[in-house]
């Protein structure tokens, strides 16, 4: 029911087949817990972008920085300004909880280029920068980590 709901409302829709950083970069108003990240952070990573509206999938996202972040992950959580703001399951983690992986906050332009309507997508992109997985069906997107774990271990 609350699936066929929030697909009513928000339609998914695919994430960018190619990651740029400099849309990244240029574009987040804000970091929540790091320094802004540059360039370099990127380089010769993969990268793990997950644009959320629920704070349920950090801790998720939190996990799989502490499993995956030694080998070369980059996660990055895109919040819209609006929810960080205004939605109290979002503002009270962003200042308690000692999440370890960048929390960039979108005021709406992230996700007018990257094309996000629904209200999470998560999306795996390679050293070269292409996309290899992206999540956007709310059954799949809280088991990412299993997904994260076959590109991980078994590359």
Not at 47 to 58: E, F, K, T
Request: aromatic content about 10%.
């Amino acid at each position: 029911e609350l699936q066929r709901e929030i697909a009513s409302i928000a339609p998914q829709q695919p994430m960018p087949e190619v990651f740029q950083p400099k849309v990244l970069l240029q574009h987040a108003t804000k970091w929540v817990n790091t320094d802004p990240l540059t360039l370099q952070s990127f380089s010769g990573k993969q990268v793990l972008i997950c644009y959320s509206r629920w704070p349920l999938l950090n801790r998720q996202l939190e996990l799989a920085h502490q499993l995956y972040h030694e080998q070369g992950l980059v996660i990055v959580c895109i919040v819209p300004e609006d929810t960080a703001i205004n939605d109290p399951d979002w503002a009270t983690p962003l200042s308690a909880e000692p999440f370890t992986f960048p929390i960039a906050i979108d005021d709406g332009t992230l996700a007018k280029l990257y094309g996000l309507s629904s209200p999470a997508a998560v999306a795996l992109y390679g050293t070269d920068g292409r996309i290899l997985q992206q999540l956007t069906d709310l059954g799949t997107l809280f088991r990412f980590l299993p997904t994260l774990r076959q590109f991980m271990v078994y590359k």
